[in-house]
């Protein structure tokens, strides 16, 4: 028999509803790869569940023999490789609840003579299990029952075009892809001159969701669970990557300034956080703003397309498009396509501002500039 204690700062009821659907599980144990209802609403004695196991386990079904919310429940997990009986508790303790969870190994074939050995490594592999559906709870996170939509894109697994990429990196050498504008000053200035970050800040955050990816961190596998996979950051704090970034010197000419950026693009990016930063960068000529976006190869390639500020010569506050599904920014008049290479405004030219048109990648409005060239700094080049 396995035993396994986890404390939870979370209602009984929202811990027992979570648990007792197996269509949450995926979120929190990767060695289940899927999960669906065969049986109607609601969740009772009866329900069955069919579920993909990794690790060579293969599909399997989990019947729930017992239902007693929000105290107790029972269930058995029938599979080619494995059966598995298991029974959990739960009882009020100060500022949330204890979840014990006990289960009973029966491996069928010449897998019985490993039955010592795989109740020693269920023990270990499941406490860490546990832990990410402690973050879940903790973090206020829907059920599956609540919101299919979040349990169904909280996991993507990475491809291996993007595999050869994050293997290839290194310290010295980060895959990173950097994108550059130039912006007006003044709109995103307090009154006493200084940059007013938060302000920023918020209006990143508000429309990060449209871009998933920047909300996703890369969580790591072990041996048999199959490629890494992509899942909702679970402590995304703004402020990690949008960032008040003054150069070290004075950038008084262009060059100056594309040399700064390209050495801030090659810092390595926290694989504990999503994969990109944003630096605003001060004291620019004409009281202009520098943006410098570094955005890790497997985020940019294929996934991320969205929003940065802008402000005009007017002084409203407007979004531009950054169409990185091809690694790409165009401005110009009117609608724009993404282009095949990174094209940004040229910096230090003066700002003359088109007619606004609904960008055709984002359907937003988007003021162009007058100049832009092709700027592709590639840290793997």
């Excluded at 940059?195 to 041996?223: K, Q, S, W």
């Excluded at 594309?258 to 001060?282: E, F, G, Q, T």
């Excluded at 003066?350 to 409005?365: F, G, N, Q």
Aim: proline share 8%; hydrophobic share 40%; charged share 25%.
């Amino acid at each position: 028999m396995i035993e396994n204690v986890l404390n939870i700062a979370a209602p009984a009821e929202k811990v027992f509803d979570f648990v007792v659907d197996v269509r949450n599980e995926p979120r929190w144990n990767p060695q289940m790869l899927h999960a669906e209802m065969l049986t109607p609403e609601p969740i009772g004695v009866g329900a069955t569940f069919r579920v993909r196991f990794g690790r060579g386990v293969g599909d399997g079904l989990i019947n729930h023999t017992k239902i007693n919310r929000p105290r107790s429940w029972a269930a058995i997990s029938r599979s080619r490789a494995l059966d598995a009986e298991t029974a959990g508790e739960i009882s009020d303790i100060t500022g949330g609840c204890r979840l014990i969870m006990r289960t009973e190994l029966r491996p069928h074939g010449i897998l019985r003579l490993l039955t010592p050995a795989l109740r020693w490594w269920m023990r270990h592999t499941f406490n860490q299990d546990l832990q990410r559906m402690k973050a879940v709870l903790e973090d206020g996170a829907l059920t599956a029952g609540e919101s299919e939509a979040t349990e169904t894109a909280s996991i993507g697994r990475v491809p291996v075009p993007d595999l050869c990429a994050l293997w290839a990196e290194s310290a010295t050498a980060p895959m990173n892809i950097a994108l550059i504008g130039v912006v007006e000053g003044a709109p995103l200035m307090r009154p006493d001159g200084t940059v007013d970050l938060a302000r920023i800040r918020l209006f990143i955050e508000a429309r990060l969701p449209r871009a998933p990816m920047l909300l996703r961190v890369l969580r790591p596998t072990r041996l048999g669970q199959g490629t890494p996979a992509w899942i909702d950051a679970a402590h995304f704090n703004i402020a990690d990557h949008v960032i008040l970034a003054p150069a070290d010197q004075p950038l008084t000419e262009e060059k100056d300034f594309l040399a700064w950026c390209a050495r801030r693009s090659v810092i390595p990016l926290d694989r504990k956080r999503p994969l990109w930063r944003l630096d605003v960068v001060p004291g620019l000529p004409s009281r202009q703003i520098g943006l410098l976006l570094v955005l890790h190869h497997v985020v940019a390639r294929r996934h991320t397309r969205h929003v940065i500020t802008r402000a005009d010569t007017s002084g409203a506050a407007r979004t531009c498009c950054l169409a990185a599904e091809t690694g790409s920014y165009r401005p110009g008049p009117g609608p724009r396509q993404p282009a095949e290479t990174v094209a940004v405004r040229t910096p230090f030219s003066p700002v003359t501002a088109h007619p606004i048109d609904a960008c055709a990648a984002c359907s937003l409005p988007c003021a162009g500039t007058a100049r832009a060239r092709n700027l592709t700094h590639r840290s793997d080049r």
